[in-house]
């Protein structure tokens, strides 16, 4: 459960997104142009609009009132396996919970959805260091690449068996 630390707003609410408020599209872009940033351009996995917009994909955002403080997806891999895609939280909003609420949602979706297993790919560097402890906490463990990933110096790859 979400408990908003002190001074923090409690509306928080995570919705089902069609991608079309103009604030998710800007979002989503700064999500992506960051990974660029980041990351050299065959290490960078994130997906653009077109792509969250795809068949097989359940795309969420969180609001906190009017705020957009977040957003993740869940891409169906085949009927026991899915992917968790495009997780970001508002940078201003970072460990404040945001993030461990709608990872809570999106696994409580890929198993209410019947999958038995899911899977993630995030950045090896340091960067991407609060996203990996934040996956462990919630039992994914280091995997191979699963899909069509590579090995990739780049690359983690974590799994949770639902």
């Not at 969250?52 to 891999?77: E, M, N, Q, T, Y």
């Not at 209410?112 to 993630?120: I, M, Q």
Request: glycine content about 6%; hydrophobic content about 40%.
């Amino acid at each position: 459960m979400f408990t908003p630390r002190r001074g923090e707003a409690q509306q928080v609410e995570i919705v089902t997104d069609d991608l079309s408020d103009p604030r998710i599209v800007a979002f989503l872009e700064a999500h992506v142009r960051q990974l660029r940033s980041l990351s050299p351009p065959e290490s960078v996995h994130a997906l653009d609009l077109d792509a969250l917009r795809a068949p097989g994909i359940s795309f969420s955002s969180v609001h906190d009132g009017d705020a957009l403080v977040g957003c993740g997806a869940l891409k169906r891999l085949d009927d026991r396996h899915a992917e968790l895609k495009s997780m970001r939280t508002d940078t201003a909003r970072r460990r404040s919970g945001i993030a461990s609420l709608l990872l809570g949602h999106i696994i409580a979706e890929a198993r209410g959805t019947g999958f038995a297993r899911l899977s993630l790919e995030t950045g090896s560097e340091e960067f991407f260091r609060p996203a990996r402890s934040l996956y462990a906490r919630f039992g994914f463990e280091p995997c191979p690449p699963f899909a069509d990933y590579r090995p990739d110096p780049n690359s983690t790859f974590m799994t949770l068996l639902l």
